[in-house]
């Protein structure tokens, strides 16, 4: 798929969207909704030398609206919605419930609407779709990681309301933050000039009980360490640092690939798995990372049919993960399932 066209809105807050391919013009009477307003800051934490970020606002966010009440739909007559058209492919706009904002210490906050269509998942996007996304979240690193405010882009979806969902549309989000994250920081760190990730891949596919697939430069396993029951990374074989560094081919098998896992997980135990689905690339602030290697991280939260996995007192408070399932295991069953959906 090419580089799909992109139309630049601006609400009347100053929020920007961005609509994606086709889309219809939002019907007469549009009434755009405003950002929250309350306290935005980014405050230090001396002991564990790391940010937190408070965002009081976000207490008042929308939560589990019914159907015909759903912020991600197109507006229609009479009912305006975040997004000002009456039909659209795919979409962005900047979150009216920030966890961060510009005028408060940096940063931005975006939500990526997969689809114009309410029903459904990224597991069950048509191809087309899927690979209009790819390619949206390659415009949305490229664009943010400009901005001087902006020193790593992070593309994320949460999935299901135990992962903390309040819109079921089909959606993830984008968090441009002004700050490298500590997960980047310690993935990055020590690794100058040797990739870690492509070492890894090596000997997961040397290794070969944790592959869940291998096909045309994408690898997907279960990793030796996983901290969570069912966890699967996803990356190319190849290295590359970011989104932008792939070509358009690659960013395709890449994007296939992870909805393949997607698929096999709501297959596992015949139910939607709630899952937190993670990009880790580059980061955006002007220094050379060649040990940098785009990766996908899926994080599952159910451990078993009806069991879900709890962060509780070791992985909470001393940081310690106890996984209960075998990572060995794990991938046996996966493979399965992930063998089904090609």
Known sequence: MPRPARTDLVQPDGRRVYLYDHFEPAPAGYDAPTIGEDAYERRWNPLRQEWVLVAAARQSRTF????SACPLDPSAAGRSTEIPASAFDAAVFENRFPSMLSSAGGGVCEVVVYTGEHEGSFASLPAASLER????????????????DVKYVYIFENRGEQVGVTLHHPHGQIYGYPFIPPVAQIELKGRATACRQCRLIEEEID?????????RGV????PAYARWPYEVHVATRAHRPALVDMTAAERRVLVH???????????????????????????TDGREYPQAHV????????????KLKYLAGSESGAGVFINDTLAESSAAGLRELIEGSA
Do not use: C, K, N
Not at 219 to 222: C, F, T
């Open 295 to 306: 990766h996908v991280e899926f994080y599952p939260i159910l451990r078993d049919s009806g």
């Open 257 to 283: 690939a992870m909805q393949r896992v997607a698929r096999a997980y709501d297959r596992l135990f015949q139910v939607p798995m709630p899952y937190m689905m993670l990009i880790h690339q580059r980061p």
């Open 219 to 222: 690898v997907a396993y279960v």
């Open 207 to 215: 290794d070969g009980h944790r592959m869940l697939l291998s096909e």
């Open 64 to 67: 589990l609206p019914a159907r």
């Open 133 to 148: 996304l790819v390619e949206v979240w390659t415009d949305r690193y490229r664009a943010l990681g400009r901005r001087d």
